[in-house]
């Protein structure tokens, strides 16, 4: 593996302007993923991953204000202009959303939206690009892909959209795969299935993987790293086993004691009291403070805590050790 990241990210941060003021998405994030490896960016709606990923390929918003570095493949992406960016995601950078349905066009055949970007950024002839279809579609386990090529979206059944919309993504060879919750829309079979086809791919074709999700066991399954995102920024980042093994910030241990065990009784299913701060109003110190299950010192309520390491790559927003109640 290089040692240099498909894409990287510093001090990246996102201010909305809203009619109610400025909102602050995203504050200081710093995360970096690798050829052939899987990122998790984890958290409750409104914690700043989707935003986070969109900034740092140039999908932001309009009213959106990007400060911060963002480095694809080497090359600075905030100091490219909008064109040579365009180009560089078309062609590097493929994406998976949750509903395959808002990502097709219906009234056009699932070949034609594959060789799309075939042609755009590879330059291949329609025929050419036709093939290239095919080959996509077989690759992610679409039956009888030389003939189902020239279906609609509303031939397929939700699973199969999603196969599509992966092989779109796939396209042009990217370097970066980033599926944001793709399989939130799909029933738990259809989810186990897409998670082990992207799994697959990525041994097969080495791409690095950015996996948006709220879902704590799709991240077991799939990611090396995970960083846990609250308010905007990153409280917990570190590999996989290491962050399941011995949280260290009282939000990632919460989300995973919120997490369905086998034979558990639902009644049982432990939550986290309170809801996400609005990003208009964020507090000085962290932003967990009032839903905090062990606070009880007003240092966090006013002053931020740093990212502290707490283990090799494994850092924790806190101002005390790993697993230390208050």
Known sequence: MTDRPVLAVEELTVTLGTRSGSARAVAGVDWSVHPGRTLALVGESGSGKTMSVLAATGLAPRTARVTGRVRLLGEELTALDPRRRRQLRGRHVGFVFQDPMTSLN????????????CEEHLGMSRRQARDRAVELLELVGIPSAARRVDD?????????????????????????????????????????????????????????????????????????????????RIVEQGPVDAV?????????????????RPGGAG?????????????????????????????????CEHEL?????????????????????R
């Open 106 to 117: 219906p009234v056009l055949t699932v070949g034609r939206q594959v060789t799309e970007a």
């Open 152 to 232: 609609h979206p509303h031939q397929f059944s939700g699973g199969m959209r999603q196969r599509v919309v992966i092989a779109m993504a796939l396209a042009c060879d990217p370097a970066l795969l980033i599926a944001d919750e793709p399989t939130t829309a799909l029933d738990v079979t259809t989810q186990a299935q897409i998670v082990e086809l992207v799994a697959g791919l990525q041994r097969r074709l080495g791409t690095a993987v950015v996996w948006i999700t709220h879902d704590l066991g799709v991240v077991a399954g799939v990611a090396d790293t995970v960083a846990v995102m609250y308010g905007g």
């Open 305 to 325: 805590p740093p990212l502290t390491p707490v283990g090799p790559d494994h850092r924790v927003r806190s101002f005390y050790r790993t697993g230390e109640d």
């Open 244 to 260: 399941f093994a011995a949280p260290g910030h009282p939000y990632t241990r919460a989300l995973l004691a919120a997490r369905p």
């Open 267 to 299: 009644d049982d299913l432990p939550a986290i009291p309170g809801a996400p701060p609005s990003p208009l109003e964020l507090p000085a110190g962290c932003a967990f403070w009032p839903r905090c299950p062990v606070r009880g010192d007003a240092r």
